[in-house]
């Protein structure tokens, strides 16, 4: 199922709003709150990568090596105008920033040497001799941009009137290949799971996400919801048999 509409799955949820729940007559539960990607910690981050693009953007006039400097600018500036647009409830428009922003660091991995540019990051990338390489502060800023754009991509697919809850699912694990405990993309990974039908797993991402923050109501929320349908289906099961 590549997409289904925000209207709930059952008669338990009327609505869910990037990973959000409003609750339906008789015993819903009341709406859950998805997680923006632009918390304290990530603005923070986001101050810091801006510096470094424009660092990096006047080392590049400085020297002669200008092709990754200016991709890393390119694309720290690109994940940012996301971030803004996120903020102003374009998630369209954030969307398309987030995928320029990882364009650009694809295209870093080409200059770099790698290959492969397809399925690495640039910052891990083994450059061929004689190409330009990053610092140890620009591998890292781009790693953590990489990341960021992801788990911002999940969060704005979450908004969209049609969800695409595998292409959701398909970011989070993006991000928690690198991040195992990464919050967002487990408890994001979790809502994806459960609108998809994959109670099993849903189950996983969300215990892992309730570790991260065990007093998180919203998690604690799904955790029930998704208790109570695999118990439903046990019940099923057990009739049937």
Not at 5 to 28: F, I, K, L, P, V
Not at 52 to 58: A, D, E, P, T
């Amino acid at each position: 199922m590549m997409s289904q509409s925000r209207a709930g799955q059952d008669g338990n949820t009327s609505r869910t709003e990037c990973g959000s729940t409003s609750s339906s007559s008789g015993g819903g539960i009341s709406r859950l709150q998805v997680y923006s990607s632009h918390s304290q910690s990530g603005r923070g981050r986001d101050m810091r990568s801006q510096q470094l693009g424009r660092h990096s953007g006047s080392s590049a006039k400085q020297t002669g090596h200008s092709e990754p400097t200016d991709l890393l600018r390119r694309a720290l500036d690109f994940k940012t105008q996301g971030t803004q647009c996120y903020k102003e409830k374009k998630y369209r428009e954030a969307i398309g920033k987030y995928h320029r922003a990882l364009l650009e660091m694809k295209g870093l991995c080409r200059v770099l040497g790698d290959p492969d540019a397809s399925s690495k990051s640039p910052s891990s990338a083994v450059p061929t001799p004689g190409k330009s390489t990053l610092t140890d502060e620009e591998k890292g800023a781009v790693e953590n941009a990489e990341l960021e754009c992801y788990n911002s991509l999940a969060a704005c697919l979450l908004q969209m009137e049609l969800v695409n809850y595998e292409r959701v699912k398909e970011y989070c694990l993006k991000v928690l290949r690198k991040e195992g405990e990464n919050f967002k993309a487990l408890y994001r990974s979790g809502v994806a799971y459960y609108h998809l039908g994959d109670f099993h797993k849903a189950l996983h991402y969300l215990k892992e996400s309730h570790k991260q923050q065990p007093s998180d109501t919203n998690v604690i929320r799904y955790i029930q919801l998704t208790e109570m349908k695999l118990r439903r289906s046990s019940q099923r099961e057990k009739e049937a048999s």
